[in-house]
């Protein structure tokens, strides 16, 4: 089910904070308590970055907690043309950064596992080619609106360059 | 994932020729049980927090300057999957088969884009062994 990072094969990937994963003991939100939210505020970029190795080497399996399962989204790299556009519409202002990832995101995902009976459609869209109906991005915003903004960040991202590492 | 292309055929080339030297980066998990976390950080271990200061390997032909030079251990870079993926790529590309191996035609651009890394740094490797070759009984 897991697959690594592929410059063109269909790979896998979930979210840093699925509650399957191994997540950091540190509340997500401030508390007011400014020495507990600093120490907050490290734990989880400390689990970034380790969420972030683990997820370029493909090695998530390591972080899954025994027993459960994360939703994984099946990701297929952006094509030229999608990038372009949707770069295009960043840059003139037509659309924002969130609508921008979101774009992203539809134009990489092309199956979820592990997510209830949702299944993802695509249909072609007159400007940015085939994408993933809406509905994915309805869903998962039901859930956190950080999930498609984190998961189309790094499906653009891919798309632009390959890392520098 | 470019640095770990640029390395690899420096790397392999290395692990051929002066086993001994590059021993220690070719097993990460051997690595972090031999070496403690401030040394593997000084090494540029790519599975720790990266430090100021930290020197990764690079071979001795390895073109770059203060700017371009390796910020991770290849060990590390070298394992990436879509730098083994490229790497493997590569090998079919030289044979005019990449399109067998991705099973269309033509090849993401995003593909051609690492194996033409690859094979830029295969040639140089090649060229540099030419200009520096092996002394007789080293």
Redesign the interface.
């Known amino acids: 089910m897991l697959s690594p990072p592929s410059a063109f094969r269909t790979f896998t990937i979930c979210w840093s904070r699925d509650p399957a994963l191994c997540l950091p003991d540190a509340p997500l939100e401030p508390t007011g308590d400014e020495a507990v939210d600093k120490k907050a505020q490290e734990t989880w970029k400390e689990w970034d970055e380790r969420f972030k190795r683990h997820r370029e080497m493909g090695t998530i399996n390591d972080l899954i907690q025994p027993g459960q399962q994360p939703t994984m989204f099946e990701i297929k790299p952006m094509s030229s043309m999608a990038m372009r556009r949707i770069t295009d519409e960043l840059n003139a202002q037509r659309i924002g950064f969130a609508v921008a990832f979101a774009l992203g995101f539809r134009a990489c995902v092309r199956g979820v596992v592990n997510f209830g009976e949702f299944k993802v459609t695509t249909s072609k869209h007159p400007t940015y080619g085939d994408l993933a109906d809406e509905g994915i991005v309805n869903a998962l915003d039901q859930l956190d609106p950080g999930i498609v903004a984190e998961l189309g960040d790094y499906c653009f991202t891919r798309a632009r360059s390959p890392s520098p590492k | ?5 640029r390395q690899l055929p420096w790397f392999e080339s290395a692990a051929r020729d002066e086993a001994m030297s590059v021993a220690m980066f070719r097993n990460c998990e051997k690595c972090m049980r031999d070496y403690p976390r401030s040394q593997r950080q000084e090494m540029a271990c ?2 720790e ?1 990266p430090i100021a200061g930290a020197l990764a390997w690079r071979h001795r032909g390895y073109a770059c300057d203060e700017e371009t030079q390796p ?2 251990c290849p060990g ?2 070298t ?4 730098v083994i ?2 790497a493997r ?1 590569y090998v079919h590309w030289e044979k005019g088969e990449l399109g067998s191996f ?1 099973g269309r035609k033509p ?5 051609l ?2 194996v033409e890394v690859v094979a830029g740094e295969a040639n140089a490797v090649n060229a540099w062994k030419m200009r520096n070759p092996k002394k007789e009984g080293a």
């Open positions: 994932m470019i640095e770990g292309l790519g599975y927090e910020t991770t590390y870079t394992r990436l999957p879509e993926e490229a790529a991705v090849p993401h651009r995003h593909l884009t690492l």
